[in-house]
T-cell receptor
């Protein structure tokens, strides 16, 4: 029944570790996103994939590597975790939006709260 | 200048009143505008989208867009305590694909 799901919901780890977050959507969308929400609740896009192709890649440290095995799944792997990576990471999905084409609404997953100690 | 700006609040209104949430954006050619509601500890939930100038109503919610003034607002009529949340304004620019730029959010508190 869940539209956009993420695992795990909580992730507590130490500095220097490598971790992954998984996302899946069953809405039939072909585009998926990763957003980061910091402690001040500011939500910022990190990456977007359309049909396994990376289409948005914001200024994000290359310790962050997204991977999309198919259009229903998007994972985020983070190497060498730092204190500043602590945040809530949201996955979202939508139908594909071309550069200047029709806007489609994005739907968010429940989030993964990452705490780096 | 921030790309999308909202009053951070908190905005406090009594139950039954109209809550007015405002958002300005800097990119004049922005195309699409969205309001999300986020309860504490939860994910953003889409409540309104608006693409052309004027008003768009959905139940107790009305979104208003004025592209000339680069301004979008959300009115919540007959506010209920369950409307207490942070409201996020999001803007999609021209030639930006699916990239949404979010404001910092306005915290709304509806007092019984």
């Amino acid at each position: 029944d869940t539209a956009v799901s993420q695992t795990p919901k909580y992730l507590v780890t130490q500095m220097g570790n490598d971790k992954s977050i998984k996302c899946e959507q069953n809405l039939g969308h072909d585009t998926m996103y990763w957003y980061k929400q910091d402690s001040k609740k500011f939500l910022k896009i990190m990456f977007s994939y359309n049909n396994k192709e990376l289409i948005i890649n914001e200024t994000v440290p290359n310790r962050f590597s997204p991977k999309s095995p198919d259009k229903a799944h998007l994972n985020l792997h983070i190497n060498s975790l730092e204190l500043g990576d602590s945040a809530v990471y949201f996955c979202a999905s939508s139908l594909f939006q071309g550069l200047a084409g029709t806007s489609y609404e994005q739907y968010f997953g429940p989030g993964t709260r990452l705490t780096v100690t | 200048q921030k790309e999308v700006e909202q009053n951070s609040g908190p905005l406090s209104v009594p139950e039954g009143a109209i809550a007015s949430l405002n958002c300005t954006y800097s990119d004049r050619v922005s195309q699409s505008f969205f309001w999300y509601r986020q309860y504490s500890g939860k994910s953003p939930e889409l409540i309104m989208s608006i693409y052309s100038n004027g008003d768009k109503e959905d139940g107790r919610f009305t979104a208003q867009l004025n592209k000339a003034s680069q301004y979008v607002s959300l009115l919540i009529r007959d506010s209920q305590p369950s409307d207490s949340a942070t409201y996020l304004c999001a803007v999609r620019g021209y030639n930006q694909g699916g990239k949404l730029i979010f404001g910092q959010g306005t915290e709304l508190s509806v007092k019984p």
